[in-house]
């Protein structure tokens, strides 16, 4: 069936995850949009220490920014921004093209 693809369309992350423990962000692609965006997924607010007994985790996430070739230009500062304490992150693949048409 393939994996979901998120694009942000309004300069937002695709996906942004508040101050929760034990939250799970998996098996997805975070493709960047035409609009300029801080970050594709932004993981808890700054300065949370989470839950060392519950953690976050963050697996098999792809990031990237650009070589769709598309006919416009796309951004993204960031592709994945973790704020908060005790969260997991595994099989990771970010990427930032350095080509498009």
């Known amino acids: 069936m393939g994996m979901a693809t998120l694009i942000?369309?309004?300069g937002n992350a695709a996906?942004?995850?508040s101050n929760v423990d034990?939250?799970?962000?998996?098996?997805l692609i975070l493709e960047a949009g035409f609009g300029a965006t801080d970050s594709l997924l932004?993981?808890?607010?700054?300065g949370y220490a989470?839950?060392?007994?519950?953690?976050g985790s963050i697996n098999d996430v792809f990031g990237r920014v650009g070589g769709t070739n598309s006919s416009g230009s796309v951004?993204?500062?960031?592709i994945?921004?973790?704020?908060?304490?005790?969260?997991?992150?595994?099989?990771?693949w970010l990427w930032r093209a350095d080509h498009d048409i």
């Open 8 to 10: 942000p369309t309004n």
């Open 80 to 92: 994945i921004t973790v704020n908060s304490g005790n969260v997991v992150v595994d099989g990771i």
């Open 42 to 46: 932004t993981f808890g607010e700054a």
């Open 75 to 78: 951004q993204a500062k960031k």
């Open 50 to 55: 989470g839950s060392s007994s519950n953690p």
């Open 22 to 27: 034990g939250v799970r962000v998996a098996g």
């Open 15 to 17: 996906i942004e995850v």
